[in-house]
């Protein structure tokens, strides 16, 4: 026949109460429920009060009932008392090793601490940590973007990311943390944005007391660094995209020197000004530096247009010159030439020589002029002396 063993590790059909006994004094009957005077059922807390209170007295005797209607010898209390102390902590060990399961989302990390220090990270999924006080975990979130704002604060939150000041709508500035000296000795006000996560949770949580105020003092020092190397003017117009990426590279080289366990997603400037108590004057020298560099411009293209015209025209005033030269010393050089041999022929041939030249100079001297011939021989007849040479040199021209 089956045991029926209650709870408490006796029963009705057990070796040490075959005799049917009550139960003692000390221990509560679940065999049928309570009820106080109002009929409603007793307090379980009470029960389990009085049980303890009972065990805790027969554990002080050695084990003796010493009640009424105790049958049962020494041997038989203790090994009914072990059992159950025994089930007790088996199912409390059961429910406490339980425990130690959790779940780690998809964007988190799990941090597992062994009595307070660190010891390894896991991965997003189900895992196992052996149960409180012994190991805990954290479960970061390293997938949020965070946003830290400095030379001013809003109330934007910080799952947005700001490309202007105007976006955060009322805002209040901190010059302390904004107003900084450039590389020309210039102070300017520079209000930005940090973005950043966690790249590492056991490095974010452990490495350092202060991972956010780390990640802001870290930055205001990076962004100091660039802005006083770099000119008031490049800084305001267009040097935001340089000293943004500069800024950026110099806070993670220090948070990867920190192991932060950040990255620095960007550094977004939002508003770059001078002081607003010069902003006035600031602008007034702005708008005579435009003004300068305007007539500048316009002189230096005024330079350009008339510098290459003027090498150009001296250029060819040069070349001209050069074969003006050359053309007369070549000119020079063959009269030089035909008069030596002239002189050479004259001197073998003198009358020969003398009236070729005459009739070459002739033939130059009246070359070019118009010329009538009279035959003084035909005086007295009927034929007019008369022979117009040029009007019968411009009718054969106009034959041909």
Same mark, same amino acid.
């Given at each position: 026949?089956?045991?029926?063993?209650?709870?408490?590790?006796?029963?009705?059909?057990?070796?040490?109460?075959?005799?049917?006994?009550?139960?003692?004094?000390?221990?509560?009957? !679940?065999? %049928?429920?309570?009820?106080?005077?109002?009929?409603?059922?007793?307090?379980?807390?009470?029960?389990?009060?009085?049980?303890?209170?009972? &065990?805790?007295?027969?554990?002080?005797?050695?084990?003796?009932?010493?009640?009424?209607?105790?049958?049962?010898?020494?041997?038989?209390?203790?090994?009914?008392?072990?059992?159950?102390?025994?089930?007790?902590?088996?199912?409390?060990?059961?429910?406490?090793?339980?425990?130690?399961?959790?779940?780690?989302?998809?964007?988190?990390?799990? /941090?597992?601490?062994?009595?307070?220090? !660190?010891? !390894?990270?896991?991965?997003?999924?189900?895992?196992?940590?052996?149960?409180?006080?012994?190991?805990?975990?954290?479960?970061?979130?390293?997938? $949020?973007?965070?946003?830290?704002?400095?030379?001013?604060?809003?109330?934007?939150?910080?799952?947005?990311?700001?490309?202007?000041?105007?976006?955060?709508?009322?805002?209040?500035?901190?010059?302390?943390?904004?107003?900084?000296?450039?590389?020309?000795?210039?102070?300017?006000?520079?209000?930005?944005?940090?973005?950043?996560?966690?790249?590492?949770?056991?490095?974010?949580?452990?490495?350092?007391?202060?991972?956010?105020?780390?990640?802001?003092?870290?930055?205001?020092?990076?962004?100091?660094?660039? /802005?006083?190397?770099?000119?008031?003017?490049?800084?305001?117009?267009?040097?935001?995209?340089? @000293?943004?990426?500069?800024?950026?590279?110099?806070?993670?080289?220090?948070?990867?020197?920190?192991?932060?366990?950040?990255?620095?997603?960007?550094?977004?400037? &939002?508003?770059?000004?001078?002081?607003?108590?010069?902003?006035?004057?600031?602008?007034?020298?702005?708008?005579?530096?435009?003004?300068?560099? $305007? @007539? $500048?411009?316009?002189?230096?293209?005024?330079?350009?247009?008339? @510098?290459?015209? %003027?090498?150009?025209?001296?250029?060819?005033?040069?070349?001209?010159?050069?074969?003006?030269?050359?053309?007369?010393?070549?000119? %020079?050089?063959?009269?030089?030439?035909?008069?030596?041999?002239?002189?050479?022929?004259?001197?073998?041939?003198?009358?020969?020589?003398?009236? $070729?030249?005459?009739?070459?100079?002739?033939?130059?001297? &009246?070359?070019?002029?118009?010329?009538?011939?009279?035959?003084?021989?035909?005086?007295?007849?009927?034929?007019?002396? !008369?022979?117009?040479?040029?009007?019968?040199?411009?009718?054969?021209?106009?034959?041909?």
């Amino acid at each position: 026949m089956t045991e029926n063993k209650s709870p408490w590790g006796s029963s009705e059909d057990d070796s040490d109460n075959k005799e049917g006994r009550a139960a003692p004094d000390w221990q509560p009957d !679940y065999s %049928a429920k309570k009820t106080n005077n109002s009929g409603a059922e007793g307090d379980p807390l009470a029960d389990l009060a009085k049980f303890v209170k009972g &065990l805790q007295k027969k554990l002080e005797t050695n084990g003796s009932y010493g009640g009424r209607g105790s049958r049962t010898g020494k041997g038989g209390i203790q090994k009914s008392v072990r059992k159950q102390i025994t089930f007790l902590f088996l199912v409390a060990f059961i429910i406490w090793m339980l425990t130690g399961f959790y779940q780690v989302a998809p964007e988190e990390q799990g /941090v597992v601490m062994r009595f307070g220090k !660190y010891v !390894y990270t896991t991965s997003p999924g189900l895992h196992y940590h052996l149960p409180f006080p012994i190991e805990e975990v954290l479960k970061p979130n390293v997938m $949020r973007e965070n946003r830290i704002e400095i030379g001013f604060r809003s109330n934007v939150s910080e799952s947005r990311r700001l490309t202007s000041l105007s976006e955060a709508g009322n805002v209040q500035l901190v010059p302390a943390e904004g107003l900084m000296l450039t590389g020309d000795e210039n102070i300017v006000e520079v209000n930005y944005t940090v973005t950043w996560k966690i790249s590492n949770a056991g490095e974010f949580l452990f490495n350092l007391r202060d991972p956010v105020g780390t990640v802001r003092m870290a930055a205001e020092s990076a962004m100091r660094e660039v /802005v006083g190397q770099t000119p008031i003017q490049q800084v305001i117009t267009g040097g935001r995209e340089q @000293i943004q990426e500069e800024t950026r590279k110099k806070l993670q080289a220090m948070m990867d020197e920190y192991a932060a366990g950040v990255q620095i997603s960007a550094v977004q400037m &939002l508003k770059v000004d001078p002081p607003s108590q010069v902003i006035d004057a600031f602008n007034d020298v702005q708008r005579a530096k435009a003004d300068r560099e $305007r @007539i $500048r411009n316009e002189a230096e293209a005024y330079r350009n247009d008339i @510098i290459p015209k %003027a090498r150009g025209e001296a250029e060819q005033r040069l070349q001209a010159a050069e074969a003006y030269r050359e053309q007369t010393i070549n000119l %020079a050089s063959g009269d030089a030439q035909r008069f030596l041999s002239i002189l050479k022929e004259y001197k073998q041939a003198k009358d020969v020589t003398s009236r $070729r030249i005459y009739l070459e100079t002739m033939e130059q001297v &009246l070359g070019g002029v118009n010329k009538v011939i009279i035959d003084p021989s035909a005086k007295g007849s009927n034929v007019v002396p !008369y022979l117009p040479l040029s009007g019968l040199e411009t009718k054969k021209k106009g034959a041909e």
